[in-house]
Protein backbone atom coordinates (compact mmCIF):
# COMPACT_ATOMS: atom_id res chain seq x y z
CA UNK A 1 0.00 0.00 0.00
CA UNK A 2 1.21 3.54 -0.78
CA UNK A 3 0.54 6.25 1.47
CA UNK A 4 1.12 9.97 0.30
CA UNK A 5 0.58 13.09 1.82
CA UNK A 6 0.47 16.34 0.58
CA UNK A 7 0.47 19.49 2.87
CA UNK A 8 -0.23 22.67 0.77
CA UNK A 9 -2.05 26.00 1.63
CA UNK A 10 -4.46 25.50 -1.27
CA UNK A 11 -7.11 22.92 0.32
CA UNK A 12 -9.05 24.55 2.52
CA UNK A 13 -9.89 21.52 4.52
CA UNK A 14 -8.31 17.93 4.90
CA UNK A 15 -9.23 15.75 2.11
CA UNK A 16 -8.44 12.06 1.98
CA UNK A 17 -8.93 10.00 -1.35
CA UNK A 18 -8.50 6.41 -1.72
CA UNK A 19 -7.35 4.86 -5.10
CA UNK A 20 -8.02 1.19 -4.92
CA UNK A 21 -8.99 -1.92 -7.69
CA UNK A 22 -11.68 -2.86 -5.39
CA UNK A 23 -13.14 -2.31 -2.30
CA UNK A 24 -11.47 -4.49 0.19
CA UNK A 25 -12.39 -5.38 3.56
CA UNK A 26 -9.64 -3.75 5.13
CA UNK A 27 -10.19 -0.37 3.06
CA UNK A 28 -13.90 -0.18 4.49
CA UNK A 29 -12.79 -0.13 7.84
CA UNK A 30 -10.21 2.41 7.00
CA UNK A 31 -12.64 4.65 6.17
CA UNK A 32 -14.89 3.73 8.82
CA UNK A 33 -12.44 4.74 11.02
CA UNK A 34 -11.66 7.83 9.42
CA UNK A 35 -15.25 8.77 9.06
CA UNK A 36 -15.96 8.17 12.90
CA UNK A 37 -12.04 9.49 13.85
CA UNK A 38 -13.03 13.28 14.65
CA UNK A 39 -16.68 12.27 16.63
CA UNK A 40 -14.43 9.68 19.16
CA UNK A 41 -14.72 12.19 22.82
CA UNK A 42 -11.54 11.89 24.86
CA UNK A 43 -12.17 12.22 28.31
CA UNK A 44 -9.84 10.52 31.12
CA UNK A 45 -10.40 7.75 33.67
CA UNK A 46 -7.74 7.70 36.59
CA UNK A 47 -4.70 7.70 34.76
CA UNK A 48 -5.80 6.37 31.31
CA UNK A 49 -7.72 8.11 28.43
CA UNK A 50 -10.58 6.63 27.01
CA UNK A 51 -12.51 7.14 24.08
CA UNK A 52 -16.03 7.70 23.80
CA UNK A 53 -18.93 7.61 21.38
CA UNK A 54 -21.21 10.72 21.35
CA UNK A 55 -24.08 8.20 21.80
CA UNK A 56 -22.46 6.77 24.60
CA UNK A 57 -22.88 9.71 26.67
CA UNK A 58 -25.84 11.05 28.77
CA UNK A 59 -24.28 14.38 30.66
CA UNK A 60 -21.78 16.85 30.81
CA UNK A 61 -21.42 19.24 33.78
CA UNK A 62 -18.95 21.67 34.45
CA UNK A 63 -17.89 22.11 37.65
CA UNK A 64 -15.24 24.54 39.62
CA UNK A 65 -12.08 22.06 38.63
CA UNK A 66 -13.01 20.86 35.26
CA UNK A 67 -15.73 18.81 33.47
CA UNK A 68 -17.48 15.74 34.63
CA UNK A 69 -18.69 12.96 31.43
CA UNK A 70 -21.58 11.29 32.61
CA UNK A 71 -22.17 7.79 30.87
CA UNK A 72 -24.62 4.80 31.15
CA UNK A 73 -22.79 3.80 34.66
CA UNK A 74 -19.62 5.59 34.94
CA UNK A 75 -18.32 9.13 34.85
CA UNK A 76 -15.12 10.19 33.13
CA UNK A 77 -13.24 13.58 33.94
CA UNK A 78 -12.04 16.42 31.05
CA UNK A 79 -9.92 19.12 30.73
CA UNK A 80 -12.33 20.81 27.99
CA UNK A 81 -14.39 23.37 28.03
CA UNK A 82 -18.17 22.92 28.00
CA UNK A 83 -18.30 25.33 24.92
CA UNK A 84 -16.16 22.78 22.95
CA UNK A 85 -18.59 20.21 23.88
CA UNK A 86 -21.33 21.80 22.60
CA UNK A 87 -19.41 23.03 19.50
CA UNK A 88 -17.78 18.78 19.04
CA UNK A 89 -21.31 17.19 19.63
CA UNK A 90 -23.71 19.60 18.03
CA UNK A 91 -27.27 18.96 17.20
CA UNK A 92 -27.83 15.99 19.71
CA UNK A 93 -26.96 17.62 22.93
CA UNK A 94 -28.61 20.89 24.34
CA UNK A 95 -27.68 23.44 27.28
CA UNK A 96 -29.92 22.98 29.64
CA UNK A 97 -28.16 25.41 32.20
CA UNK A 98 -24.71 27.32 32.22
CA UNK A 99 -22.83 24.39 33.22
CA UNK A 100 -24.80 21.41 32.03
CA UNK A 101 -25.24 19.63 28.57
CA UNK A 102 -27.08 16.61 28.34
CA UNK A 103 -28.19 14.28 25.34
CA UNK A 104 -31.20 15.15 24.36
CA UNK A 105 -31.55 11.39 23.08
CA UNK A 106 -30.71 10.03 26.38
CA UNK A 107 -33.42 12.45 28.18
CA UNK A 108 -35.95 9.89 30.08
CA UNK A 109 -38.57 12.85 31.28
CA UNK A 110 -38.94 16.36 32.24
CA UNK A 111 -40.42 17.15 36.08
CA UNK A 112 -41.90 20.52 37.30
CA UNK A 113 -40.50 21.18 40.77
CA UNK A 114 -40.52 23.86 43.06
CA UNK A 115 -36.78 25.33 41.45
CA UNK A 116 -38.28 24.73 38.15
CA UNK A 117 -37.89 22.14 35.37
CA UNK A 118 -35.99 18.50 35.91
CA UNK A 119 -34.54 17.08 33.38
CA UNK A 120 -33.89 13.11 34.42
CA UNK A 121 -31.85 11.27 32.22
CA UNK A 122 -32.23 7.40 31.40
CA UNK A 123 -29.02 6.58 33.85
CA UNK A 124 -31.39 8.67 37.05
CA UNK A 125 -28.49 11.46 36.57
CA UNK A 126 -30.45 15.06 36.39
CA UNK A 127 -30.42 19.12 36.46
CA UNK A 128 -32.19 21.64 36.30
CA UNK A 129 -33.25 23.37 33.43
CA UNK A 130 -32.49 27.22 34.26
CA UNK A 131 -35.08 30.05 32.88
CA UNK A 132 -32.43 31.52 30.33
CA UNK A 133 -32.38 28.20 28.51
CA UNK A 134 -35.75 26.81 28.85
CA UNK A 135 -37.05 28.30 25.98
CA UNK A 136 -34.11 26.75 23.79
CA UNK A 137 -34.34 23.29 25.26
CA UNK A 138 -38.05 23.26 24.41
CA UNK A 139 -37.36 24.96 21.16
CA UNK A 140 -34.73 21.47 20.41
CA UNK A 141 -37.24 19.08 21.49
CA UNK A 142 -40.01 20.61 19.33
CA UNK A 143 -42.85 21.76 22.40
Not at 75 to 95: A, H, I, P, Q, W
Amino acid sequence: MNVTLTISKEYAEPQINIYAPEATEDINKLISYIQNAEKMIAVNEEDSIVLLKPEEIYMICSTGRGVKVFCEKREYTSSKCLYEYEDMLGDNFVRISKTTLISIFKLKKIEPSFSGMLAVMDNGKSDYISRKYLSLFKKRLGL
